[in-house]
């Protein structure tokens, strides 16, 4: 305990500091004088132009949506069309393959009055000779 006597025992006290002195009125420079109404009327106008802020950057987003669905519309007719020209691709496919077959020729040259050759009558001609 008489360490901590011993300690406090030295200590100074500080002196309080000098109270500030105001100026005299006539060498302070007079606030601004602003009226209620001025104030009252700037309370009212900023919520009133936050409000509109809002209101616009919400009707942008609206807008981007709007034109984000009518795009994708747009997309998905485009699919249905695509979808529906493949299928007409393959069956106008399918009707090129049945028309060129074989036995479908063959029974038209037979219409037409056409009779295959035999066999042995077939010769063929080589349309480059080769020297050798």
Known sequence: ?????????????AQPAPARRRRPAA??????????????NRRVRLPIVWMTVFALLLAGVVAVNVAVLRAHVAVSKL???RAKLQAQN???ASRLSAASSAPRVEA?????????APASALSYLDLMPRHG
């Open 79 to 81: 699919d249905q069309e």
């Open 27 to 40: 060498a302070r420079p007079k606030a601004p004088v602003r009226s209620r109404r001025r104030q009252a």
């Open 90 to 92: 393959q069956a106008l």
């Open 1 to 13: 305990m008489a360490a901590v006597d011993s300690w406090f025992a030295h200590a100074e006290v």
């Open 108 to 116: 038209a040259a037979r219409r037409l009055g056409f009779v295959q």
